[in-house]
């Protein structure tokens, strides 16, 4: 799924300590644009927290996963961000190095020499 807005609030991290190590999560709040705005909190966890590197007042595409879970009799919602774009910037295409050369490459297929069926190769 797909979000696009400003963010309006970015929370504090919040790290701990559980059975498979320590973790590390940032909540953050975007506003969209529509004529009755909308907000949505998401959340990233570990090293996508410095990756993205979320700043208060940025207009962003936010893409998440929606999980539930259950806890104590009770159900959460986690929306998780997996990719942020920045909107308005211009993704600047790398431009490609040309190929190296092939040494002992095989002729380009106008330059073949005749076929000799004489020829006792098998292939």
Same mark, same amino acid.
């Given at each position: 799924?797909?979000?696009?807005?400003?963010?309006?609030?970015?929370?504090?991290?919040?790290? #701990?300590?559980?059975?498979?190590?320590? /973790?590390?999560?940032?909540?953050?709040?975007?506003?969209?644009?529509?004529?009755?705005?909308?907000?949505?909190?998401?959340?990233? /966890?570990?090293?996508?927290?410095?990756?993205?590197?979320?700043?208060? #007042?940025?207009?962003?595409?936010?893409?998440?996963?929606?999980?539930?879970?259950?806890?104590?009799?009770? /159900?959460?919602?986690?929306?998780?961000? /997996?990719?942020?774009?920045?909107?308005?910037?211009?993704?600047?295409?790398?431009?490609?190095?040309?190929?190296?050369?092939?040494?002992?490459?095989?002729?380009?297929?106008?330059?073949?020499?005749?076929?000799?069926?004489?020829?006792?190769?098998?292939?």
């Amino acid at each position: 799924m797909e979000f696009t807005g400003k963010i309006i609030a970015v929370m504090p991290v919040v790290s #701990g300590q559980g059975r498979n190590g320590e /973790w590390k999560r940032q909540e953050y709040v975007i506003e969209n644009h529509d004529q009755y705005p909308r907000k949505m909190c998401f959340n990233l /966890w570990g090293d996508k927290i410095d990756t993205f590197a979320i700043k208060e #007042g940025e207009e962003l595409t936010v893409n998440f996963d929606i999980d539930a879970r259950e806890w104590n009799g009770r /159900w959460f919602n986690d929306i998780r961000a /997996w990719k942020v774009d920045r909107v308005g910037q211009p993704v600047v295409p790398q431009p490609e190095a040309p190929a190296p050369p092939v040494p002992n490459a095989a002729p380009a297929a106008d330059n073949l020499p005749p076929f000799d069926s004489n020829d006792d190769l098998p292939f």
